[in-house]
T-cell receptor, first 113, second 110 residues
Framework: DAGVIQSPRHEVTEMGQEVTLRCKPI?????LFWYRQTMMRGLELLIY????????DSGMPEDRFSAKMPNASFSTLKIQPSEPRDSAVYFC???????????FGPGTRLTVL | SQKIEQNSEALNIQEGKTATLTCNYT??????LQWYRQDPGRGPVFLLL?????KEKRKERLKVTFDTTLKQSLFHITASQPADSATYLC?????????FGQGTTLQVKP
């Protein structure tokens, strides 16, 4: 198995642009998590899905952020419009069960100028 | 308020010694706790999970303890090696989702 796949690995965009981050979880995993990591705030959970259904989006900063999971093998995190304070590394993780060990992807480093 | 504290200062130890990392928490009652390792530029990697009814868990040179009275977990690496140098994150269960500490950076010197 290739593990959790994220794309792009790096994204540089200008303030106000739409950004879409993509994630392919490990096959057979039924839970998917989106995290954001910064030096100041550490690793923060944004949203998680169980069986493709969003369970908890309380970590989503504001309405500019949205996430979808149209099927078991694909999820997107969208930021529209992006702002410089959104600059961070965004990780996707998946697990067999909601409270099991999580397998993280390599992350997407987002820079908003 | 809820808080998870890991030693923010880097831990520097000599190769062969035992490294002990601390994770303290307040206002949580986690059913389990996990430890992850993160190398620069990479995502966290799962190491160990310990449940509230377990006092201690071991895996090769790693040992984790969980004291729900003290609200503390200790993570030990015995016979440390330079390859153990990384940031170690503790994560608490909060009813289906994990809350991560800021991590402690460990540097093992040869």
């Amino acid at each position: 198995d290739a593990g959790v796949i994220q794309s792009p690995r790096h994204e540089v965009t200008e303030m106000g642009q739409e950004v879409t981050l993509r994630c392919k979880p490990i096959s057979g995993h039924n839970s998917l998590f989106w995290y954001r990591q910064t030096m100041m705030r550490g690793l923060e959970l944004l949203i998680y899905f169980n069986n493709n259904v969003p369970i908890d989006d309380s970590g989503m900063p504001e309405d500019r952020f949205s996430a979808k999971m149209p099927n078991a093998s694909f999820s997107t995190l969208k930021i529209q419009p992006s702002e410089p304070r959104d600059s961070a590394v965004y990780f996707c993780a998946s697990s067999w069960e909601r409270d099991g060990e999580q397998f993280f992807g390599p992350g997407t480093r987002l820079t908003v100028l | 308020s809820q808080k998870i504290e890991q030693n923010s200062e880097a831990l520097n130890i000599q190769e062969g010694k035992t490294a002990t990392l601390t994770c303290n928490y307040t206002n949580y009652s986690p059913a389990y706790l996990q430890w992850y390792r993160q190398d620069p530029g990479r995502g966290p990697v799962f190491l160990l999970l310990i449940r509230e009814n377990e006092k201690e868990k071991r895996k090769e040179r790693l040992k984790v303890t969980f004291d729900t009275t003290l609200k503390q977990s200790l993570f030990h690496i015995t016979a440390s090696q330079p390859a153990d140098s990384a940031t170690y994150l503790c994560a608490l269960d909060t009813g289906g989702k994990l809350i991560f500490g800021q991590g402690t950076t460990l540097q093992v010197k040869p």
